[in-house]
């Protein structure tokens, strides 16, 4: 926030961000807008933090009393070993990416997941029980299945990464974790893959690929991958449509950027921490103006 609060007393609470690097963060603007929107007596503040300084940095926490923290690249999975106790969805996950200080007690939650249910939900007729594709085996690839088969009962599940390796860990992991068997990894080879992806009624990209500045980048421009039955989700939202959605809306899927994961993900963690809801439809409609703005530059 550019203008200095007239509200600082002694009791204003202290909410913030760890990770590294996290300089092109949206999360400050979306935290701090909505605080002020809901004229509630917290800040929370951004904190570059890299993994030799984690532990202390958790320790920070209790020290002065923080309300709590958002946790990002590279900490999410790092960050467990030194919380209390984790919501069911981050353990499943293996992930967590806010924290809330109950009373000296830290607990871990993962509102990825939230984001991803609430971007979903109106498709949720079209997809459920139907073959899906996850491109990425990242922290928020974790996220994305466990999404899928706790809500939308898919048939089968294939997961396509760069590194196979990880993909085939993901999956074996998954299979334990939430006993479905029908989970199918690829190497990422977009010739290869166009049948695996034109059988899906879901795709979704979680990897960085064309994510701002690349926005060149994409996972396929095969145009044969996409039809008009599917819905294709990529989690990037700068931009807020990638090239990668381009592809797919050329042909008449259903496209969806990540802005509003983006938006539902921080709402739940303002929940957690204020148990106010955030008002996101104003959030939302700045924060869009502000991208737009910033991906034109
Ligand atoms: P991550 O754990 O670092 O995983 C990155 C994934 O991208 C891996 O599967 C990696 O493959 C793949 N990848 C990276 N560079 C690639 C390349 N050049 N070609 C092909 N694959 C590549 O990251 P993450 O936390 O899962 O985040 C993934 C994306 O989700 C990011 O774009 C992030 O901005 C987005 N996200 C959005 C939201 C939201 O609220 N909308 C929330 C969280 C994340 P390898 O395994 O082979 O390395």
Do not use: C
């Not at 994961?261 to 103006?289: C, D, H, N």
């Amino acid at each position: 926030m550019s203008k200095v609060k007239d509200s600082f007393f002694a009791n204003t609470e202290l909410i913030g961000l760890i990770g590294h690097p996290i300089k092109h963060s949206y999360s400050p603007f979306i935290q701090n807008y909505a605080l002020e929107l809901m004229n509630l007596d917290y800040v929370y503040l951004p904190f570059d933090v890299p993994t030799e300084n984690l532990k202390n940095a958790v320790k920070a926490v209790l020290a002065l009393g923080l309300k709590g923290l958002n946790v990002t690249l590279p900490h999410k999975e790092k960050i467990i070993k030194f919380l209390d106790e984790l919501s069911e969805e981050a353990s499943i996950i293996g992930a967590v990416n806010t924290i809330v200080n109950d009373h000296g007690k830290l607990m871990g939650y993962n509102t990825d997941a939230n984001g991803i249910l609430e971007t979903l939900l109106p498709y949720k007729d079209k997809i459920s029980g139907t073959k899906m594709t996850v491109i990425g085996a990242g922290g928020s690839a974790r996220a994305v299945i466990f999404t899928l088969l706790r809500h939308f009962k898919p048939e089968e599940i294939n997961i396509i990464n760069r590194t196979q390796q990880k993909a085939d860990s993901l999956a074996n992991d998954f299979a334990l974790k939430m006993r479905f068997d029908s989970l199918h990894t690829f190497e990422l080879f977009p010739p290869d893959n166009v049948e695996t992806l034109s059988n899906s009624r879901l795709i979704v990209n979680a990897t960085t690929m064309g994510m701002f500045p690349d926005v060149e980048d994409t996972i396929t421009d095969i145009d044969e991958s996409f039809n008009e039955d599917q819905i294709v989700f990529d989690l990037i939202y700068n931009p807020t449509k990638t090239k990668f959605l381009k592809t797919a809306d050329a042909q008449g899927a259903k496209v969806v950027g990540g802005l509003k994961m983006l938006i539902s993900q921080a709402a739940k963690s303002f929940e957690l921490w204020t148990g106010v809801e955030m008002p996101t439809t104003e959030i939302s409609e700045k924060l869009e103006r502000s991208i737009l703005k910033i991906s034109s530059l």
